[in-house]
């Protein structure tokens, strides 16, 4: 159409979650500044992807939400961080408007549109209704090693979870520990923490051996649990923790954090759509090298590379091809512990292999074999911040990158206070 008749479009994006009055007051600014409103709303992956964590709605709900408002003419999904430059081509965009919380930071697309930055309206935000609706966790955390320090720097970034209380049985360890992280309270006894805090959850960070012990004495006490890998060193353990757990209604998490990030879970929904088609193999390895033998991960009693490693590879394969038929264990023993061992998994039309290594190093890779195509993960996979589904015709190949926010144990953190939300303990 000539230039003279063609409306004047103005586009604007945003999370749009729990839809407020600042929401509105903006979107109305933004149709006065044209004649045709496009307003993209972020997807979940993208949202989580950007380490914007715990939004309350669906992409569905607060799309159809703003479809609601008068002003809007039209809604759009935004899916990646790089949509916005080629919507405004696409569109044939006058005006890009946002929020006075973002000045600057689009400028880049001034060369296609006027980049207009509309004034916030004062006290209220998605982050602060959240806030409101979801319970705060006071959370006490057991042990004080490197894990548990970079628990407490990243729990900081979830919101609704307050870090309470730390126990461990070196006094001095439990001084630094609340000093540095800025804790309320320190014990040297479990039970103390138990009762002596407001404490509604624990996370244990302590050495496997000790985790089933904590665990059920938590979960006694009326506490959810996040608990380190492995939770247990026996079945009959774990099930007798999540026994407890459904009897009370509280929540029994393991702190497998590959499980909870935006790659991994995009991963897995593309083979749920069938891009691979079935899946015939999984394949994945993970290993960490410790030659010191005189470390805990090499004792007799409680070491080896099953023990310290399995739980990753393992989880890929479940979450993939479900409860397997049959396994069996091909294990590189030295001085009675397994330095590398290769886990094999027979399901009803599938196999999985899963490598460990403590005394051998290896590529930490995955790759899933489809009757289609298949699935490459270069190392760390475990970290899925890459990877490519092929086909036969390699032109067919496609590649996907996602972004982890800290080094990534806030997305792990933020499901356990959602799932916390969603708990009523019994008592
Ligand atoms: N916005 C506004 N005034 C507010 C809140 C948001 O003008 N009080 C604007 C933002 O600047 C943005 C749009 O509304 O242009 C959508 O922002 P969104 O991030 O969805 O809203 P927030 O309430 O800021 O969400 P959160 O707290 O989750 O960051």
């Not at 008749?5 to 929401?23: A, E, F, N, R, S």
């Not at 309206?121 to 042990?143: D, F, P, Y």
């Not at 995009?266 to 960490?288: M, N, Q, T």
């Not at 080896?304 to 890929?316: D, F, I, Q, R, S």
Request: aromatic share 10%; net charge neutral.
């Amino acid at each position: 159409m000539p230039k003279s008749t063609k409306k004047k479009v103005v586009i604007t994006y945003g999370t749009y979650d729990m839809l407020h009055v600042g929401h509105l007051n903006l979107l109305r600014r933004a149709k006065e500044l044209g004649d045709y409103l496009i307003v993209g709303v972020t997807s979940e992956d993208y949202d989580r992807s950007r380490g914007k964590l715990n939004v309350h709605q669906s992409t569905d709900q607060r799309v159809e939400a703003v479809k609601k408002l008068d002003f809007v003419d039209e809604v759009i999904v935004e899916k990646h961080k790089f949509q916005k430059e080629s919507d405004v081509v696409k569109y044939d965009v006058d005006v890009f408007a946002i929020g006075d919380d973002w000045v600057g930071k689009f400028d880049y697309l001034k060369p296609y549109c006027k980049v207009v930055y509309i004034p916030r309206t004062e006290g209220i935000s998605s982050t602060q209704l959240r806030a409101k609706k979801l319970h705060t966790i006071n959370v006490g955390i057991v042990g004080t090693g490197r894990i548990a320090h970079r628990f407490a720097s990243e729990a900081k970034h979830v919101s609704s979870l307050e870090l309470t209380a730390v126990m461990s049985r070196n006094l001095t360890h439990v001084e630094e520990f609340i000093n540095k992280h800025d804790i309320l309270y320190g014990f040297q006894d479990f039970s103390e923490l138990l009762i002596g805090s407001n404490v509604d959850a624990v996370y244990i960070a302590t050495p496997h051996e000790t985790h089933f012990k904590y665990a059920k004495q938590a979960l006694l006490a009326g506490k959810h649990v996040l608990c380190e890998k492995p939770i247990s060193l026996e079945p009959n353990q774990l099930k007798e923790l999540i026994d407890i757990a459904l009897a009370k209604k509280l929540v029994l998490l393991e702190a497998v954090k590959t499980a909870f990030f935006p790659g991994f879970e995009k991963l897995l929904s593309e083979i749920k759509k069938g891009k691979i088609g079935d899946v015939i193999e999984v394949r994945a390895s993970f290993s960490k090298l410790i030659s010191d033998k005189n470390q805990r991960e090499w004792s007799s009693a409680h070491g080896g590379a099953v023990t310290e490693l399995a739980t990753y590879p393992l989880l890929l394969a479940q979450k993939i091809l479900g409860e397997s038929k049959c396994r069996s264990f091909h294990s590189i023993i030295e001085n009675d512990v397994d330095g590398y061992t290769t886990i094999i998994q027979e399901y009803d039309r599938g196999l999985s292999l899963s490598s460990v290594g403590i005394g051998a190093k290896t590529e930490g890779s995955a790759i899933i074999a489809g009757t289609k195509g298949y699935i490459y993960v270069p190392a760390p996979w475990w970290l899925t911040k890459e990877y490519f589904i092929r086909y036969e015709n390699a032109s067919m190949e496609k590649r996907y990158q996602f972004e982890l926010d800290g080094d990534g144990l806030r997305y792990e953190i933020s499901e356990f206070v959602t799932l916390r939300n969603l708990c009523t303990p019994t008592n």
